[in-house]
T-cell receptor, first 111, second 116 residues
Framework: QKEVEQNSGPLSVPEGAIASLNCTYSDRGSQSFFWYRQYSGKSPELIMS????GDKEDGRFTAQLNKASQYVSLLIRDSQPSDSATYLCAVNINYGQNFVFGPGTRLSVLP | NAGVTQTPKFRILKIGQSMTLQCAQDMNHNYMYWYRQDPGMGLKLIYY???????DKGEVPNGYNVSRSTTEDFPLRLELAAPSQTSVYFCASSYIKGQGGGQPQHFGDGTRLSIL
């Protein structure tokens, strides 16, 4: 059973701080990794995609991938109350055919 | 640009009734997926399709059926609704070429289904 693990939270950070969200996965063959944000009652929306080891930055968001450690993370700089949501980590498995989602980490940014 | 469209948005069913959840995408994606999400939980894969005429079971397929007659449409059928099927259902699509991974999934807005 391919698995994706995340801390369920809630993770609380003050406004303006850096939020760090972590994800580990079990399938060593995974090659595509995604972070989704899901507001309560809404559908998941893509935040970041990462395919290679290292860091990828997009605005206030940075995704970090370490395939050797089977670890992917998301950093949110200058956190805003509007970032309060559940963040889902998703991993492509079975040579790309399927996605496995982690349970999500609930982030609360306090004004 | 519509993306992934799901209908209906809300539905209440009685135990034993049947219904079809509709999903359509206009991005010419080859892969389509159905997930359910129970309150406070992650996404569980019900069925997926790699192209017209080809479907396969996911993690929680019991009680559901799917078909894929066209690239655009991927309906999910509940034959005998049970209270355990009360959930939010999301349809998603993606473009995957060859092996090794693909583009991210795009989600519809979801269907909130209650079985009473």
């Amino acid at each position: 059973q391919k698995e994706v693990e995340q801390n369920s939270g809630p993770l609380s950070v003050p406004e303006g701080a850096i939020a760090s969200l972590n994800c580990t996965y079990s399938d060593r063959g995974s090659q595509s990794f995604f972070w989704y944000r899901q507001y309560s009652g809404k559908s998941p929306e893509l935040i970041m995609s990462i395919y290679s080891n290292g860091d990828k930055e997009d605005g206030r968001f940075t995704a970090q991938l370490n395939k050797a450690s089977q670890y992917v993370s998301l950093l949110i700089r200058d956190s805003q109350p509007s970032d309060s949501a559940t963040y889902l980590c998703a991993v492509n498995i079975n040579y790309g055919q399927n996605f496995v989602f982690g349970p999500g980490t609930r982030l609360s940014v306090l004004p | 640009n519509a993306g992934v469209t799901q209908t209906p948005k809300f539905r209440i069913l009685k135990i034993g009734q049947s219904m079809t959840l509709q999903c359509a995408q206009d991005m010419n994606h080859n892969y389509m997926y159905w997930y359910r999400q129970d309150p406070g939980m992650g996404l569980k894969l019900i069925y997926y399709s790699v192209g017209a005429g080809i479907t396969d079971k996911g993690e929680v397929p019991n009680g559901y059926n799917v078909s894929r007659s066209t690239t655009e449409d991927f309906p999910l059928r509940l034959e005998l609704a049970a209270p355990s099927q009360t959930s939010v259902y999301f349809c998603a699509s993606s473009y995957i070429k060859g092996q090794g991974g693909g583009q991210p999934q795009h989600f519809g807005d979801g269907t909130r289904l209650s079985i009473l």
